[in-house]
């Protein structure tokens, strides 16, 4: 399951984006995703996930109210909208998927990740 990510780049503090996850080749509605962050120095850590149906969305605290999970089953694409973003955000982010219809914590496949970088 080759994820591939997008969308990041360089924002000022308070700005937006939305990170994008997808791969072509796959039924994105068999598996549960989520978004996880590396920063500079720092274990990955857990960000955001959404159960494969869709129904059940799961946040970090540090990203709660600020960062919105969402997937297009039609495009088979996993979202990150980002709002209010922070310098502490910046970080490469990935794409994470496991099959199955529930989110239970950790990923079988990866992406590369895509670069978010908040200037102060």
């Known amino acids: 399951v080759p994820l591939v990510e997008s969308g990041g780049g360089l924002v000022q503090t308070g700005g937006s984006l939305r990170l994008s996850c997808e791969d072509p080749?796959?039924?994105?509605?068999?598996?549960?995703m989520a978004w996880f962050r590396q920063r500079p120095g720092k274990d990955r850590e857990f960000v955001a996930a959404?159960?494969?149906?869709?129904?059940?969305?799961y946040y970090a605290d540090s990203v709660k109210g600020r960062f919105t999970i969402s997937r297009d089953y039609a495009k088979d694409t996993l979202y990150l909208q980002m709002n209010s973003l922070k310098p502490e955000d910046t970080a490469v982010y990935l794409c994470?998927?496991?099959?199955?219809?529930?989110?239970?914590?950790?990923?079988?496949?990866w992406g590369q990740g895509t670069q978010v970088t908040v200037s102060s």
């Open positions: 959404v159960d494969g149906h869709g129904s059940n969305t």
């Open positions: 994470t998927a496991t099959y199955g219809p529930r989110w239970a914590g950790s990923g079988d496949y």
């Open positions: 080749d796959v039924s994105f509605s068999n598996y549960a």
